[in-house]
């Protein structure tokens, strides 16, 4: 069964442009939570969604967006980006809500 | 969800047994105990978990101490493969309705030749 992809891998991006990463969970998972990490703050919790649905969210601003799809694709949106946003995002499926999740790769974000 | 603490680093050698401990003394009666590990710039690995009961499956085995406050990741042979950093995560169960992971820092497990 294929894992967690995400795409792109690696994106460069300017102060003020707005971003849009893309995951796509393991084929049955209904959940997909978004996490970034940081050297800085390490791995924190951004959003959980479920059935389309948003479910659960971390303490980041409203600069940070997502939404799942039918098919529980996910997208997660940077709008206005800083060079504080320069991370690695990190999706998460899981069967359900508190399944055991499973990590894509990752999107390295570089703003410059 | 419970906090846990666990050593910085560690250091094993190729081969030899790595034991990993993890405190988690505030751990309630629904939370269960998962492992991730994240080797550089990749996404983190999902391990193993558990209640109550010990567990071991293909990739290590998981020792619950009876009071539930503690305890330790057994990789039975370790390789250069493994080293990497590895968290410990106290979670709710299935059902719930909140499903995130709260990473701490983790231990730095270096195997070496």
Redesign the interface.
């Known amino acids: 069964k294929a894992g ?1 992809t995400q795409t792109p891998r690696y994106l460069i991006k300017t102060r003020g442009q707005q971003v849009t990463l893309s995951c796509s969970p393991i084929s049955g998972h209904r ?1 997909v ?1 978004w ?1 970034q990490q940081t050297p800085g703050q ?4 951004l959003f ?1 969604y ?1 059935s389309e649905t948003q ?2 969210k ?1 303490n980041f601003p409203g600069r940070f967006s997502g939404r799942q799809f039918s098919n529980s694709r996910s997208e997660m949106n940077v709008s206005t980006l800083e060079l504080g946003d320069s991370a ?1 995002y ?1 999706c ?1 499926s ?1 069967l ?11 999107t ?1 974000l570089l703003v410059l | 969800d419970a906090k846990t603490t666990q050593p910085t680093s560690m250091d094993c050698a190729e081969g030899r047994a790595a034991n990993l401990p993890c405190n988690h003394s505030t751990i309630s009666g629904n939370e269960y105990v ?1 492992w ?1 590990r994240q080797i550089h ?6 391990i193993i ?1 558990g209640l109550k009961n010990n567990e071991t499956n293909e990739m290590a085995s998981l020792i619950i101490t009876e009071d539930r406050k503690s305890s330790t990741l057994i990789l039975p042979h370790a390789t250069l493969r493994d080293t990497a950093v590895y ?1 410990c995560i106290v ?15 983790g231990t730095k497990l270096s195997v070496k030749p």
């Open positions: 967690v959940s939570s996490y390490g791995l924190q919790f959980e479920f479910r659960n971390g690695l990190l998460a899981s359900g809500q508190k399944e055991t999740q499973y990590f894509g790769p990752g390295r | 998962y991730y710039s990749q996404g983190p690995q999902y978990h968290y979670r709710a169960g299935p059902g719930g309705s909140q499903g995130n992971l709260i990473f701490g820092k």
